[in-house]
């Protein structure tokens, strides 16, 4: 079955660039998409089809795809962005497959 | 505005029957995926299964097939998601999702709470 790598935590100086990757056999061949959970809410799209930001999410956000890495960048980290973020891809052998979510915290 | 809205809270006992709710408005319910989703306290996503609502086809994660059963009616927009016997280790925020485009997940229900415990 399909399998996707997150780190458990991420670490970002605020004002500065956060990148959460997703790791995953030839990923680079696969749409990525990512998710962003605050505490007590339901899990947001923030980026489709690797790169794609659905209306409302800043420009701050950003994706990126190639071999074996996806990456979720966030430019400019802000308080409001400490909080668990989560990759998902569909395969054709296990359908959805989620990432184990990487929780990501603004000094 | 696309919405999916799910029933509220449970908490029941080991070997009790469950049927929570989720109801969609502002699509169209039968053109859609809509999955659901395991949360369990402090851990990640868990996909438990899918099922397109134009002709009910349905596809259910190896780790929750034969657990649960997932189902629909079109004719009030509605997924549900059911257990014939929870079990303690059942306790989990459940969330349902639609899935549109290549597969992503764009609009989420507020999620179910439900607590097994005797």
């Known amino acids: 079955s399909y399998e996707l790598t997150q780190p458990l935590s991420v670490s970002v100086a605020l004002g500065q660039t956060a990148r959460i990757t997703c790791g995953g056999n030839?990923?680079?061949?696969?749409?990525v998409h990512w998710l962003q959970q605050k505490p007590g809410q339901a899990p947001v799209l923030v980026i489709y089809?690797?790169?794609k930001r659905p209306s409302g999410i800043p420009e701050r956000f950003s994706g990126s795809n190639s071999g074996n890495t996806a990456t979720l960048t966030i430019s400019r980290a802000q308080a409001g962005d400490e909080t668990d973020y989560y990759c998902?891809?569909?395969?054709?052998?296990?359908?959805?497959?989620f990432g184990g979510g990487t929780k990501l915290t603004v000094l | 505005e696309v919405q999916l809205v799910q029933s509220g809270a449970e908490v029941k006992k080991p070997g009790e029957s469950l049927k929570i709710s989720c109801k969609g408005s502002?699509?169209?319910?039968?053109?859609?995926?809509i999955a659901w989703v395991r949360q369990m306290p402090g851990k990640g996503l868990e996909w438990m299964g899918i099922?397109?609502?134009?002709?009910?086809?349905?596809k259910y994660s190896p780790s929750f097939q034969g657990q649960v059963t997932i189902s629909a009616d079109q004719s009030i927009s509605t997924a549900y998601l059911q257990w014939n016997s929870l079990k303690a280790s059942d306790t989990a925020m459940y969330y349902c999702?639609?899935?549109?485009?290549?597969?992503?997940?764009?609009?989420w229900g507020q999620g179910t709470l439900v607590t097994v415990s005797s």
């Open positions: 998902h891809v569909w395969d054709s052998t296990t359908d959805v497959v």
């Open positions: 030839n990923i680079g061949s696969k749409n």
């Open positions: 999702a639609r899935r549109s485009g290549t597969a992503y997940f764009d609009s």
């Open positions: 099922i397109y609502l134009g002709d009910s086809d349905i």
């Open positions: 502002g699509f169209s319910f039968t053109s859609y995926w």
């Open positions: 089809d690797n790169t």
